[in-house]
């Protein structure tokens, strides 16, 4: 069988040119969860075996890598051990069989080197609203519906995904906020509640602004009315 190919990683937001502002609220350090058994069982759950590539990657790559901003090059080198390590789950039978291959690496990419769960919203025009529950769940908004798509894989992946938020939006990240809160260029606003606030971790909402309120706020920072 052909080995499945990475497609191209969606368009991310751009950071918004400001003076970056301090995130409210402080709280002690956040828990990592510990490290989880290397097998994976035929029949996990697809958000297991997401977990089991995330984390094979992240052992062969190191750490500091994955929490700076990846350039070009770094994600071709971590894409190139994604598919190794897919690999290698293939042949242990460690693949999920609720999961495509494809989806898996386009799972564990966008933990590894972008927004997880949250390009669902940003490859979405039409999506308006996407709450990540902690590592449980994940819920998009779409017009009147309500639908569901594949959680963070682990907290380690969340915590990486908020403090690429925190740094695309000019915020100050130190992994002790309780509250925080962003915007990208898109009209795209982002908030964040830690800890003790939010039982399950980290509550994460992404909103998409509709057109007209987007156009009306760029109109009022660019000076062109008040």
Do not use: Y
């Amino acid at each position: 069988l052909k080995s499945p190919q990475l497609p191209p990683a969606p368009r991310l937001p751009a950071p918004i040119s400001r003076s970056p502002k301090r995130a409210e609220g402080s709280e002690s350090d956040v828990p990592r969860i510990s490290r989880t058994e290397s097998n994976v069982p035929k029949d996990s759950l697809p958000v297991e075996a997401v977990r089991l590539l995330v984390d094979r990657v992240t052992e062969k790559v190191e750490r500091r890598t994955l929490e700076r901003d990846i350039a070009d090059n770094v994600a071709r080198k971590i894409e190139r051990v994604l598919l190794e390590e897919l690999g290698r789950m293939r042949e242990e039978k460690a693949l999920s069989t609720q999961l495509s291959e494809e989806h898996l690496l386009v799972a564990a990419r966008a933990e590894l080197v972008g927004l997880g769960p949250l390009e669902a919203l940003i490859r979405n025009p039409h999506a308006t609203q996407l709450t990540a529950n902690g590592i449980k769940s994940v819920s998009i908004v779409q017009g009147s519906r309500l639908s569901s798509a594949l959680p963070f894989s682990s907290a380690d992946s969340l915590e990486r995904v908020l403090a690429r938020l925190c740094r695309m939006s000019e915020v100050s990240h130190d992994g002790r906020e309780t509250f925080m809160s962003g915007r990208l260029q898109g009209g795209v606003l982002w908030k964040a509640i830690r800890q003790r606030a939010a039982p399950d971790g980290i509550v994460l909402t992404v909103r998409r602004r509709a057109s007209v309120e987007c156009s009306l706020d760029e109109l009022v920072r660019e000076g062109t009315i008040s």
